[in-house]
């Protein structure tokens, strides 16, 4: 029989993440959590039915919903800091513009990904030359077995005449003693 599922939420960022799980270790498991979220007091059970609704026709799954609209978390930002030039480089608490900052340089970035085409094409040339060194190998052991077996047969055929020689002599001594 299947465990009774509950919906349990912590906030992440501007989220709150809800999951339907059999238990508190299921939820810290699909927020991909190790820390007990729930004994620090980050995470908790959700009775709300209108909260309910969704992480229960999805058991497992983490469902987010924002805890406010964009224009809410700007203006809670504190009003004695400048606001980030990226989300809105016109806002001012001066009244100023401020100057956005350079686009940062992609020198580093380059010289990295040439160090690291430059390695791919050195390990990928060893890597050719080890293959014909293999190659070359092979065709010598093919050669060597080739010529090893050429000799051994041409012994072995030698080894036969000089047996049946003696064997004629011994049995020629034989009969003549």
């Known amino acids: ?4 599922l509950k919906v349990f939420c912590t906030p992440i960022g501007f989220h709150d993440a809800y999951v339907a799980a059999p238990s508190q270790k299921a939820a810290l498991e699909a927020w991909g ?3 007990n979220l729930f004994a620090r007091g980050m ?15 999805r058991p497992g799954q983490v469902i987010k919903h924002a805890r406010g609209t964009a224009d809410e ?12 030039t990226r989300a809105a480089p016109e806002l001012l608490t001066t009244g100023k513009k401020i100057k956005p900052k350079p686009k ?8 990295a990904e040439r160090a690291l085409e430059r390695a ?3 390990y990928d040339t060893a890597a050719e030359a080890i293959r014909r060194r293999e190659e070359k190998l092979r065709r010598e052991r093919h050669d ?11 012994l072995q055929r030698g080894l036969d005449e000089v047996r049946a020689d003696y064997d004629h002599d011994m049995d020629a001594w034989r009969d003549s003693s």
């Open 1 to 4: 029989m299947a465990r009774k």
């Open 33 to 35: 959590t190790d820390a």
């Open 43 to 57: 995470a908790s059970v959700v009775t709300d039915p209108k909260l309910t609704m969704e992480p229960l026709a």
């Open 73 to 84: 978390h700007l203006a809670a930002l504190p009003k004695s800091k400048a606001r980030s």
């Open 104 to 111: 940062p340089s992609r020198r580093k970035l380059n010289a």
């Open 120 to 122: 791919g094409k050195m």
């Open 144 to 154: 060597l077995t080739a010529k090893r077996d050429a000799e051994i047969a041409r």
